[in-house]
């Protein structure tokens, strides 16, 4: 039995996975810790799981909404997110974490818990890394979409030989976001970094998780050693356990499959028209819709109810989704694993960071079309809508995927790569 300290920071998107490999842990009969935002404490310990506090927390910055603009920048999100909220907080992220992971055994860290591979160097703790979408790897034989210059995916088709100086770039750009971390491992008495934290000084010579689909993505040559594609790892028990609420099942029930609208946990603060304009592009295609809005009253309609939409703050996807014809999302990799399980047509409309790069993936799957933001009025997406409603190939190729993506166990082929690198000299 181990200790075994997971520490993540983010969205529910970024906190599901390692609840669910925490579980996964805790089945196996050892002890593990879910090192994160405060904001999460009552739901990590509702499931059994220990918690400890990592500062950032998201309420520690002031007005959400408007945080989520910043945030969700197509541009400058990245950058912000890295310089502006998790730089700041670095020692203090590394003080808590330190606590934390007092007599562990073990620390998986997330691709923004910049201080996980500090403590794990310092203390020589065993350390495995989690990507949670592909983007993390920046293989020049499988290159992301980057979200700020999306236009460059046009280039895919020149190969590896063009990515590797344009990589490089990225990494001269991205330099200076961390040079806080350089200064803590100066302070701690620590050399200068082998590699980029954002990219491969993030990784562990003993292990790596992929926490996706190979069918999403493959593994590639460049990948870091020793990184497994696990599949998703999905956390949904209080979706199959306790079902839908009442009203929301009523409506599922009353007629045909509806399309199901949804920004996330993160994208919802900051949704613009997005819900407006999805439910006129319902209107002009006489479907039934379901919205998930949060908690932002402005994403609520301003006109009398309608008996075709459903508004609701939030649904477990895993027992909403497989009841859609189709499903309108972000691309956000959460939203895409519990997507593509439930073998529906998608449509996107991605915002920052990772999501153009999976928005584009399910586009080459054959399962999804895309929308840029800009883009998204009633009227384009009533006509998407419409291409993979009543083209079969769409739902064909949805159908298959997620017949493959289900039949996986993302969670227990995480936890054999866990156990094996704790027997690991």
């Keep these: 039995m181990a200790r075994i300290v ?15 490999l925490a579980l996964g842990l805790r ?52 950058e912000f997110v890295i310089r502006h909220m998790m730089m700041p907080w670095l020692r203090a992220s590394f003080d808590d974490l330190a606590a934390a992971a007092e007599g562990a055994d073990l620390l998986l860290t997330h ?141 599922l029930a009353a007629g045909p499959p509806p399309v199901v609208f949804t920004l996330g946990s993160s994208a919802v603060l900051d949704a613009g028209g997005f819900y407006h304009e999805s439910a006129a592009a319902c209107a002009r295609l006489g479907c039934r819709g379901v919205l998930l809005v949060g908690e932002d009253p402005r994403n609520l309609p301003a006109e009398p109810a309608r008996a075709d939409l459903h508004y609701a703050p939030y649904a477990p996807y895993g027992a909403l989704f497989p009841r859609a014809a189709a499903i309108v ?43 840029g933001r800009r883009a998204y009025g009633a009227a384009r997406v009533a006509r998407e809508l419409e291409r993979l409603l009543t083209d079969p190939s769409y739902a064909a190729r949805a159908a298959e995927l997620g017949a493959k993506i289900s039949g996986e166990d993302g969670v227990a082929r995480a936890c054999d790569v866990l156990e094996e690198a704790l027997s690991r000299p």
Excluded at 203 to 231: C, E, K, M, Y
Excluded at 337 to 344: F, S
Aim: proline residues 11%.
């Design 6 to 20: 997971l520490t993540t920071f983010g969205s529910l998107g970024d906190l599901h996975p390692f609840l669910a």
């Design 27 to 78: 089945a196996r009969g050892h002890q593990p810790v879910l090192a994160t935002s405060a904001m999460y404490r009552d739901k990590i310990e509702a499931e059994g799981v220990a918690f400890a506090p990592v500062r950032p927390d998201l309420t520690d910055f002031e007005a959400l909404p408007e945080l989520m603009k910043s945030v969700s920048h197509q541009r400058r999100g990245p």
């Design 111 to 251: 691709t923004l818990t910049f201080a996980g591979p500090v403590l794990a160097e310092l203390r020589a703790l065993p350390h495995v890394a989690v990507a949670l979408q592909p983007t993390v790897f920046f293989s020049r034989h499988d290159p992301p979409v980057l979200a700020p210059a999306p236009g460059l995916a046009a280039l895919r088709r020149l190969g590896p030989a063009l990515y590797g100086p344009l990589f490089r770039l990225v990494r001269q750009v991205s330099d200076g976001w961390t040079r806080p971390v350089r200064a803590l491992r100066t302070e701690l008495g620590l050399p200068p970094p082998a590699g980029n934290p954002l990219f491969e000084g993030q990784f562990s010579r003993r292990a790596n998780l992929a926490l996706f689909s190979p069918h999403f993505a493959a593994p590639q040559p460049d990948w870091p050693p020793r990184t497994v594609a696990t599949g998703f790892a999905h956390f949904d028990r209080l979706g199959r356990e306790q079902g839908l609420a009442a009203d929301l099942a009523a409506f």
């Design 329 to 371: 999302h972000s691309a956000g990799i959460g939203t895409c694993g519990q997507a593509l399980r439930a073998g529906k047509p998608l449509l996107t409309m991605p915002f920052s960071h990772d999501q153009p790069d999976n928005a584009d993936r399910l586009r080459r799957l054959g399962v999804a079309c895309v929308i």
